[in-house]
């Protein structure tokens, strides 16, 4: 198995990780994860040309989010699941930012990540009330936490995308154009620091936070914390660029990473610096990308994306609003991210055509735990855990039966 840069990287420290940085447990799990992943001794499917009789063995991928190659792919399906929740209508890009003072308190308590989100959102939920209060206007708008910044350190910030306007109780749509970022950073600060003083737990940390870091923080940021607003996305091709750009990427791709040096032990990676643009690249020990890299992994089920006003209800008067991509064309946009034609239209090349008649090769088995399962043993066993339930004295001959699970 032909292994890329990284996993080269993890495989040879890994043991070193383990002792010198005592990695959280869901970090441990996702290196596992994408050390292994597209090892063919942890399963696959095959399958085998019915002309010819040519057979092959597609291994198994890990799906972690943290692996280059399927969290690329994590990231294009989130990016396109956003795209089919959004609204016909001008967007925002916001990018709300703390101090530099602030971030190690996230880094220590990743419970106080849920902060950020709680913060964004009052405040944003608070303008939009002020613009008619009557009327309750709501937008939509979704929140990625991103918690990296190029060089890759640790730098907590949220990436909103808000709708220009909202839709009032009346089902009414009102367009917003002005944003008043002097109350966002003002009312983010407030919000943020509020939320952080009542959820530190620690004793001792809580009394600094609250005598001196809360303190200096007003003292330091007079104008709230930065906001930064993009350009407004008007049509499909421009959200859906941001989205993908901005909201969806991972922490770093491959093509960032220059080389791995064993010799030295170094690792070479570039970016472009966010002030201005320039090229930067960067050398440093194999140990330190390594713990800038794992740092980035959230806990387990939590939340990265979050979906609140339009996109994060569920009403029947919002189903008459006019979305960006129209319901009946999703199964056609999802299609490009299946596992055949995503390599088809990246590569070039169908996995699934026999090399040597070009015939369509039909699926055979599953591969997992060393073992070889078909899969209608699959399905048996699957069905096997559940019950068919007993047929009504009035139910029609030669309908199906329906079944509940154990």
Request: aromatic share 12%; hydrophobic share 35%.
């Amino acid at each position: 198995m032909k292994r890329n840069i990284l996993q080269n990287l993890f495989r040879d420290h890994y043991e070193e990780i383990q002792y010198t940085l005592h990695p959280r447990k869901t970090e441990i799990e996702n290196i596992d994860k994408m050390l292994n992943c597209g090892d063919p001794a942890y399963g696959g499917a095959m399958y085998g040309c019915p002309d010819c009789g040519t057979l092959k063995f597609i291994p198994f991928r890990c799906h972690s989010r943290f692996c280059p190659t399927c969290g690329a792919m994590y990231s294009q399906k989130r990016a396109q699941a956003m795209s089919f929740k959004l609204i016909n209508c001008q967007h925002r890009h916001c990018v709300f930012t703390i101090s530099k003072e602030l971030r190690h308190y996230f880094l220590e308590d990743r419970d106080l990540l849920n902060c950020l989100f709680e913060a964004v959102s009052s405040v944003i939920n608070r303008m939009f009330y002020k613009i008619n209060k009557s009327q309750n206007f709501t937008p939509g708008y979704i929140l990625v936490l991103h918690t990296f910044g190029r060089p890759l350190e640790w730098n907590p910030h949220i990436h909103c995308l808000i709708s220009e306007g909202g839709v009032g109780d009346t089902g009414f749509w009102r367009r917003v154009n002005h944003f008043n970022y002097h109350y966002l950073r003002h009312a983010f600060q407030t919000a943020l620091l509020n939320l952080m003083e009542a959820r530190i737990t620690d004793p001792k940390k809580k009394a600094l936070f609250k005598k001196k870091e809360k303190a200096l923080s007003y003292k330091n940021q007079k104008d709230g914390f930065y906001i930064y607003a993009k350009p407004t996305l008007a049509d499909r091709h421009t959200v859906a660029k941001y989205i993908g750009r901005y909201l969806g990427r991972p922490v770093i791709g491959l093509s960032r990473i220059d080389s791995y040096d064993k010799e030295h032990d170094t690792v070479t990676f570039h970016y472009n610096r966010h002030e201005d643009e320039v090229l930067v690249t960067e050398t440093i020990p194999s140990m330190e990308f390594i713990k800038r890299l794992i740092q980035h992994i959230p806990e387990k089920d939590f939340k990265m994306i979050r979906y609140y006003g339009v996109y994060g209800r569920h009403r029947e008067s919002d189903k008459k609003l006019y979305r960006l991509i129209h319901p009946s064309k999703k199964p056609f946009f999802k299609s490009f991210l299946q596992w055949r034609s995503g390599i088809l239209s990246a590569f070039g090349y169908d996995p699934l055509s026999c090399p040597k008649c070009t015939r369509t090769m039909k699926f055979l088995e599953l591969h997992f735990n060393h073992k070889r399962v078909s899969l209608e043993a699959l399905y048996e066993k699957a069905m096997g855990k559940c019950r068919p339930k007993s047929r009504a004295p009035s139910s029609k001959i030669g309908s199906v039966p329906s079944y509940s699970c154990a």
